[in-house]
């Protein structure tokens, strides 16, 4: 295993477990900081591979490569949340400090815990249940109305792993499978939300916590597409209960690092605006890439700052607005000369790629843009992450 080389002058060595784009855009920051980071990635040609010098290859479920791994880092933090409960603990007994800790990361891997734990704060939440037979899934429609939306507590993204359904027959195949694994399936009422929102924060091990403005998210099939910084017309109070919501929930559960909550903007009874929160996610998030030219603080840089219990930065935003565009996949795996064009239309624009190969519907990079007019900052960045994936050629 290839030792990451320390910076001179007493700087800290950052470890992500997982090379995908979370712990690749941490590279910029981090430079820019003198920290020094190492990544285990999946492969050698991982998206944060390609750029850190200190990328050996390990799988995140492997304890012994996860240990060898993090023996030579000063703290460990993730990529992505789904390295496995035995791991963690083995890698918290090695002394080495994590980042988020497994018992706040637990919330995030396990939407059960995570409905458990948010009702007991008293957090609002879709009405849910847990389901392990037909019955239970039978008597949740019946209790709230159908469709329900049937979750599988963990390992979800992007959609996968989540069903809207009009029977209970629908999910017997998930429901065997969740049997075969003894986690149950969570059913959720199907929300009728407004739109879907997110607060974004980070915490410091000694709990000071700084947080964004509250953002819209937008997505199609079940994908973020787009992020609107700040998110528009949203009622003050209820971004000011959100954001209360989302430092509560950091601060009870004691995260570390980058916290997204993300919600669902709803009416209440009264027909005012209200939240309810969807899911967590404790690591930099897809609803906060805006940010990395937005904000004062981008969250790479914030959740750096985080981990290593360093101040954090301040989270104003640089501009009335940011557009943040995903760019997904197409057909066309030629990605060089369409981004040479986005860079010439409109210099304004700042393309983000991850060094990912293009598969249809894969996020392989994001656009973002600011600026005073939001109607033109959405028309611009949904024109360069269209041209960037060869949906439009003019
Ligand atoms: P993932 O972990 O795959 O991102 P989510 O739980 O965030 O899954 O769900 C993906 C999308 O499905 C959400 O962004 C939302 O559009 C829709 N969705 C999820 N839960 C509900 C719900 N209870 N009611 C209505 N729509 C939902």
Redesign the pocket.
């Given at each position: 295993m290839t030792t990451p080389r320390r910076a001179p002058g007493g700087f800290p060595v950052i470890g992500i477990v997982g090379g995908g784009q979370l712990a690749r855009m941490c590279a910029g920051p981090a430079a820019e900081l003198g920290l020094t980071l190492s990544v285990l990635a999946e492969d050698p040609d991982a998206s944060a591979a390609l750029v850190v010098p200190s990328s050996p290859v390990g799988e995140h479920t492997d304890a012994e490569a996860v240990l060898a791994f993090a023996a030579a880092c000063d703290v460990v933090t993730f990529d992505h949340e789904h390295v496995p409960a035995e791991v963690l603990d083995e890698l918290v007994a090695t002394g080495v400090p994590v980042h988020p800790t497994p018992e706040a990361l637990r919330f995030a891997q396990d939407?059960l815990a995570m409905r458990e734990r948010l009702g007991e704060l008293g957090v609002p939440c879709?009405r849910w249940a847990r389901a392990d037979t037909l019955a239970d899934v039978e008597a949740f429609g019946a209790a709230v109305g159908w469709p329900v939306?049937a979750?599988t507590p963990r390992g979800?993204?992007?959609?996968?792993?989540?069903r809207?359904v009009d029977t209970a027959a629908e999910l017997t195949d998930w429901l065997e499978r969740a049997a075969h694994a003894g986690t149950g399936l969570l059913l959720?009422?199907?929300?009728p939300?407004r739109r879907?929102l997110a607060v974004l924060l980070a915490r410091s091990p000694s709990g000071q916590a700084a947080a964004w403005p509250v953002v819209e998210?937008v997505?199609t099939d079940?994908i973020?597409t787009e992020v609107l910084a700040p998110a528009p017309d949203l009622d003050p109070d209820l971004s000011a209960r959100a954001v209360e919501a989302g430092l509560r929930v950091a601060g009870a559960l004691g995260v570390t690092g980058v916290l997204a909550v993300?919600l669902?903007e709803v009416e209440d009874t009264d027909g005012e605006p209200a939240f309810v929160v969807?899911?967590l996610a404790m690591r930099p998030h897809n609803s906060g890439h805006w940010s990395m030219d937005g904000a004062v603080t981008g969250q790479f840089e914030q959740h750096l700052r985080a981990v290593l219990d360093l101040p954090l930065g301040s989270p104003r935003p640089l501009a009335p607005w940011t557009v943040m565009a995903n760019v997904l996949g197409g057909d066309y795996p030629e990605l060089y000369p369409t981004y040479r064009h986005v860079m010439a239309r409109d210099p304004e624009v700042k393309v983000h790629l991850y060094g990912k190969g293009v598969r249809p519907g894969r996020k392989i990079g994001h656009v973002n843009v600011s600026g005073d007019d939001l109607a033109d900052l959405r028309e611009r960045a949904g024109h360069a992450a269209d041209y960037i994936q060869g949906v439009v050629t003019e």
């Open positions: 939407k879709p939306v979750k979800g993204y992007d959609g996968k792993g989540v809207v959720e009422e199907r929300v939300f879907e998210t997505q079940g973020c993300e669902f969807n899911e």
